[in-house]
């Protein structure tokens, strides 16, 4: 089936610091999604692709959609305290128009 | 605007029984998905509701069902439990099921 290879698993990383995670897949693909989780609750959308080559930022958080469409990646600037918790990807596409999701990115921050 | 609800919150249930829970979609979306969560296998589609049909199924037993009533709220069932059905239960809506989705905050399953 099809799968979202996510990387890294997780990243302990200092207050300030960017980060940079990113997610594959062996088939075309034509949304991307990145989503936040925090304990507890349910994933929050933090930003949608849906066209080859989008850069799309919201506030510190930039994600690209590859040309390929078989890729993705999330940046994230001068991390804070509150940007712990654990990133998705999600995607739809291909032979399926589920939406199914990479195994997550877990991001500790420490001041 | 009221988010996705889900209740109940937390769920204990014993092996053998079955379960309801319930999800209450924004208002005016029509498509409800449903997610199971577990450490060892992420977030898994179980299957997708679009005005009272179902759209889409992942690859579940077939103790796992929903539907979808008029008003879109949506219910799943699992039946017959088993202690590896313990799991954050997450249902999502979306205007017509493309684009992005808005998560509730699960009901939290434990099978004892």
């Known amino acids: 089936g099809q799968q979202l290879n996510q990387s890294p698993q997780s990243m302990f990383i200092q207050e300030g610091e960017d980060v940079s995670m990113n997610c594959t897949s062996s088939s075309i693909f034509n949304t991307w999604l990145w989503y936040k989780q925090d304990p507890g609750e349910g994933p929050v959308l933090l930003i949608a692709?849906?066209?080859?080559?989008e850069l799309t930022s919201n506030g510190r958080l930039t994600a690209q959609f590859g040309i390929t469409r078989k890729d993705s990646f999330l940046n994230i600037s001068a991390s804070i305290p509150s940007d712990v918790g654990i990133y998705f990807c999600?995607?739809?596409?291909?032979?399926?128009?589920?939406?199914?999701f990479g195994t997550g990115t877990r991001l500790q921050v420490f001041p | 605007k009221a988010g996705v609800t889900q209740t109940p919150r937390y769920l204990i249930k014993t092996r053998g029984q079955q379960v309801t829970l319930s999800c209450s979609p924004i208002?005016?979306?029509?498509?409800v998905s449903w997610y199971q969560q577990t450490p060892g296998q992420g977030l898994q589609f179980l299957f997708e509701?679009?005005?009272?049909?179902?759209?889409n199924k992942g690859n579940f037993p077939g103790r796992f069902s929903g539907r979808q009533f008029s008003n879109s709220r949506s219910e799943m069932n699992v039946s017959t439990l088993e202690l590896g059905d313990s799991a954050l239960y997450l249902c999502a809506s979306s205007p017509t099921g493309m684009g992005g989705y808005t998560f509730g905050s699960g009901t939290r399953l434990t099978v004892v």
């Open positions: 999600a995607s739809r596409g291909g032979n399926t128009d589920k939406l199914i």
């Open positions: 208002s005016g979306h029509r498509s």
């Open positions: 509701y679009f005005s009272e049909t179902q759209r």
């Open positions: 692709l849906y066209k080859a080559g």
